[in-house]
């Protein structure tokens, strides 16, 4: 079964750094994206951003240059680098898998809080 644990969310001032990590386990098989989504309060989860096998990476209009993805393949790991918070980045920040087949399977984290305070 394949489970994918986010760690690494909490409470941050305004302009803060925090960073957010995944490991997925339960994996036989090569993952070809991983990343992360968030969802804010109020509205629909939306990606921040992800990572490709190769190392492309892609981000979100709103990360403006203020937040680093990295991942792993060999050990099926992720993290997000998130620096100068704002208030507006507050929610639960969701990691996720995919593997390219003959379509795309995702799978899903249960989500990590990333609270910015004024």
């Known amino acids: 079964q394949v489970q994918l644990v986010e760690s690494g969310g909490g409470v941050v001032q305004v302009g803060g750094s925090l960073r957010v990590s995944c490991a997925a386990s339960?994996?036989?098989?090569?993952?070809?994206?991983m990343g992360w989504y968030r969802q804010r309060p109020g509205n629909q989860r939306e990606r921040v951003a992800h990572v490709d096998f190769g190392g492309t990476t892609n981000y979100a209009h709103f990360v403006n240059g203020r937040f680093t993805v990295s991942g792993n393949f060999d050990e099926n790991t992720v993290s997000l680098q998130m620096n100068n918070l704002k208030p507006e980045d507050t929610g639960v920040y969701f990691c996720?898998?995919?593997?390219?087949?003959?379509?795309?399977?995702?799978?899903w984290g249960q989500g990590t809080q990333v609270t910015v305070s004024s």
């Open positions: 996720f898998g995919r593997r390219f087949l003959f379509i795309a399977e995702d799978y």
């Open positions: 339960g994996i036989d098989f090569t993952l070809n994206r």
